[in-house]
């Protein structure tokens, strides 16, 4: 009964879902008070529907009820509790039922904690959520429907993908769901403002803090898929330009921008038209991705079943969404004016710049992601982009982007002296190419790009260094603690973000240019040197895991004859999808990363054993992690709250959690 | 209205074109350097009688079906349904199962849970035959005429258009 009770609660949605849609822009439209006050409690009962619907299937997945496809697909009796929870987004139409969930999630946050705008405003945002939910509740239950039955049921699943059987991969697609879905708050926002023909720095106001919210889960959720294919994939690599990956990318990218943008339309009253389009675009851009991840058009290690129902259902979904916001955009985004001038040289003109360039990143990104798909639509025979386009292409974008952020956070609002600026920075370059080449000689190589690496990251610690100087400074005579508290979270955040980026070139440039690798062939008591560690061999045994065998080595790292770690890489054979399954063992220290994977067995009994050491690695995630604190801390800054605080309804930080 | 506003909605109809087309086409349709080439040969022992052989050349003279499946593969199950119909109609030609990497128990129960459409299946657990047959993902499934060579060649499940637009035109101008 529980998997036919949560069918009937989709369907309940999908009518209230379509109700709310209509009839709260129909009322914010004919200015219906009574209409419009449906908003709120409607989005409760979407969002409690959805919930208890996902509950159903979560309940199925637990007892094992293998009657339900969609269960038997991505289960099996031998599979543990908690990867039978996360099975139920391990596949397409539950991960379907996540996105529907995270979108009422959202759509609750704002229905909750945005008191502020006017209720026909809050109306039509809350009804253009209400209708993107409504598209993907059709499309599931039409095309995918997650609770269909299977008569007679499996005696047992057939297992969830091995290579969603870890912990990472059990949090990186929620995350990365929160950040996707999380986009629709900001369209929703662009698309009401358009509606209802105004827009100005208070809209701005509204919506900044949802839209870096938004970007924090998004950061997090690709950071942690990185992370989780360095130790799964066993090749070693953080980042693959896979399509999917590209996918999740392509909004982060313009969600940046529209970050930055918003920035500027709050403070200036500027470069609204663009601020609208930035949203749109980045919320099209997630549904793009679930397009491409969904609808088999690209081949890629993430590919879903693939099914041209569901390919042409979403493709419709997409002309209709992105194409009826665009035509809106082109009617009415003359009417909500272009706002304020500023001058040739000023904060804003730089932040244009790297709205430019994070926009031609994305162009390049989309691309080269769907130039296969071009030729191959032309009749030109089939080629695929590998990572040495995105490489040549990226490299050169983000190297300006990345010089900008120092420029930028010391230049003024509205105008700004070229020379002042100059002289401001006339120690803060040479400074950092010095910081740069010391790093490069005591690695023992200096190299072209490694050096210009380094020295952008240097270049922002030092102008951030610069810029909390100016801060302290403008705060008066007070004590040093006082004036430190007395920096605003906003600007606190933008620097850890900032901070965040430099950390992250950092270890890009390390790791690009010093890392080490070696195919080894071992068996027990043998040995192998890389970077001065020495890896040896204890021995190879057979181990079984709950829904697995494994073969696993014990291989003993030492340098100078001291031992430093024992590292178990395995081989897993899951037993039912009977898939090979490489379990890298890494050790890790903020300095390097030790990193042994199996390869193929020989014939002789011995193994190919990769061994990798990796310097600094781990400071590409710890950027992502500060670029993360950064967003939070700035989405939670005072101004956001001002109003929150007097209606005492907001927890303290005003951001959902 | 401003004309420089509709580029975003010119460029996004462009690119939905793209994605139209492309939905048409399979980036996993990778043209077999195999086909037009001679079937290569192998002989092995049946799934259902471990005692008995098969060998390419007793398919010689007739125009056959070669289908890799294996009781683990999800996406045979797809295309299952499909081919127990084919097999029971009239005029099919015989189609022989390749049980790739799997295991003689399992195979035969997943045959007598879901029907088996093959005349016989050839059991290959340790891939090898799929290996000469270029096999990287199954199901696949070829196409082989009289003479033993190779003219077509499905990748991924046997879907009723394949089988409605390709295979069974495909069968007829072979046997004419």
Redesign the interface.
């Known amino acids: 009964m529980i998997p036919e009770f949560g069918h009937f609660l989709l369907i309940l949605a999908l009518g209230v879902a379509l109700t709310q849609g209509g009839l709260c822009l129909l009322g914010a439209h004919r200015r219906r008070g009574e209409w419009m006050a449906l908003a709120r409690p409607m989005t409760v009962l979407r969002f409690v529907l959805t919930a208890t619907a996902f509950g159903c299937l979560v309940a199925s997945f637990v007892r094992h009820d293998f009657s339900v496809l969609y269960v038997a697909s991505n289960s099996n009796s031998a599979l543990p509790l908690h990867y039978r929870i996360a099975g139920t987004w391990g596949g397409h139409e539950g991960s379907l039922l996540l996105w529907v969930l995270m979108l009422d999630i959202w759509s609750l946050a704002v229905a909750r904690f945005s008191r502020t705008p006017p209720p026909d405003f809050i109306a039509r945002v809350l009804a253009v959520m209400a209708l993107v939910g409504a598209g993907f509740l059709l499309f599931m239950l039409l095309t995918s429907n997650p609770f269909e039955r299977l008569l007679p049921a499996a005696p047992d699943g057939r297992d969830l993908n091995p290579l969603l059987q870890d912990p990472g991969m059990v949090t990186h697609p929620p995350m990365l769901y929160m950040g996707y879905v999380g986009f629709s708050v900001a369209y929703a926002f662009a698309v009401a403002a358009l509606l209802g023909g105004n827009l100005d720095a208070t809209w701005a106001r509204w919506v900044r803090p949802w839209t870096t919210a938004a970007w924090v889960f998004l950061t997090f959720g690709i950071g942690l898929g990185s992370w989780w294919a360095y130790n799964e994939l066993g090749w070693g690599g953080w980042w693959f330009w896979d399509p999917v990956e590209n996918a999740s990318f392509m909004p982060w990218l313009v969600g940046t921008a529209l970050i930055h943008s918003l920035a500027v339309t709050e403070k200036r009253g500027a470069f609204k038209g663009w601020t609208v389009l930035l949203a749109i675009v980045a919320f099209s851009l997630s549904l793009l991705g679930t397009f491409l991840v969904r609808s088999g058009v690209l081949s890629s290690v993430h590919a879903f079943a693939t099914d041209p129902r569901r390919g042409l259902f979403i493709l419709g979904f997409l002309a209709l969404v992105i194409g009826a916001s665009l035509m809106l955009y082109a009617v009415r985004a003359a009417r909500v004016g272009l706002g304020q001038r500023f001058a040739l040289f000023s904060r804003e003109s730089l932040l244009l710049v790297n709205n430019m360039l994070l926009a031609a990143a994305c162009g390049a990104v989309l691309l080269g992601t769907l130039y296969p798909l071009f030729l191959d639509a032309l009749g030109l025979g089939k080629i695929s982009v590998g990572p040495p386009y995105f490489d040549n292409v990226f490299a050169p974008l983000m190297a300006p982007l990345l010089l900008l952020i120092g420029v930028g956070t010391l230049t003024k609002w509205k105008g700004d002296q070229l020379g002042t600026v100059i002289a401001r920075l006339r120690w803060a370059a040479p400074a950092a190419i010095a910081a740069a080449v010391a790093t490069g000689l005591a690695a023992g190589r200096l190299g072209m790009a490694t050096t210009g690496g380094l020295a952008l990251a240097y270049w922002i610690l030092i102008t951030a260094g610069m810029d909390l100087a100016g801060q302290l400074r403008a705060r008066g005579r007070a004590s040093w603690s006082e004036r430190l508290s007395r920096v605003s979270r906003a600007w606190a955040g933008m620097a850890l973000a900032h901070l965040g980026v430099a950390a992250f070139a950092f270890g890009v440039a390390m790791v690009k240019t010093y890392e080490t690798e070696r195919d080894v062939k071992m068996g027990p008591n043998d040995t192998t040197e890389i970077a001065g560690y020495e890896f040896r061999m204890l021995k190879l045994a057979p181990v079984s895991g709950p829904n697995y065998q494994a073969m696993q080595a014990e291989i003993e790292v030492s340098r100078a004859g001291r031992v430093l770690a024992t590292l178990r890489p395995e081989k897993r054979v899951y037993r039912v999808q009977t898939n090979p399954m490489t379990e890298a063992a890494v050790d890790s220290n903020p300095l390097r990363d030790l990193y042994v994977s199996m390869g193929e067995q020989l014939d002789d009994g011995a193994w190919v054993v990769r061994v990798q050491y990796k310097p600094f690695i781990v400071w590409i995630w710890g950027g992502c992690l500060l670029m993360m604190a950064g967003g939070a801390l700035a989405a939670s800054d005072r101004r956001y709250r001002s109003r929150a605080t007097r209606e005492a309804v907001v927890p303290a930080d005003g951001v959902p959690a | 209205?401003?004309r420089r506003?509709?580029w975003?909605?010119a460029i996004?109809?462009a690119?939905?074109a793209?994605?139209?087309?492309?939905?048409k086409?399979?980036?996993?349709e990778?043209p077999s350097p195999l086909i037009g080439k001679p079937a290569p040969a192998f002989s092995a022992t049946l799934l259902a009688e471990p005692q008995r052989r098969l060998q390419r050349d007793d398919m010689r003279g007739q125009v056959w079906m070669l289908n890799v499946w294996a009781s683990?593969c999800?996406?045979c199950r797809e295309e299952h349904q499909l081919l127990v119909e084919y097999s029971r109609q009239a005029g099919s030609v015989p189609v022989i199962g390749l049980n790739y990497?799997d295991q003689r128990p399992e195979g035969l129960a997943w045959l007598s849970r879901l029907g088996n459409p093959y005349r016989d299946s050839v059991f290959d657990p340790d891939g090898r035959i799929g290996l000469d047959y270029g096999v990287y993902g199954v199901p696949e499934t070829f196409i082989i005429d009289r003479l033993g060579v190779i003219r077509y060649k499905q990748i991924g499940p046997v879907t009723p258009e394949a089988l409605r637009d390709k295979i069974i035109p495909l069968l007829r101008e072979l046997h004419g």
């Open positions: 209205m401003n506003l509709l975003p909605l996004f109809v690119l939905l793209f994605l139209a087309v492309g939905l086409l399979d980036p996993r990778v683990w999800g996406a990497k």
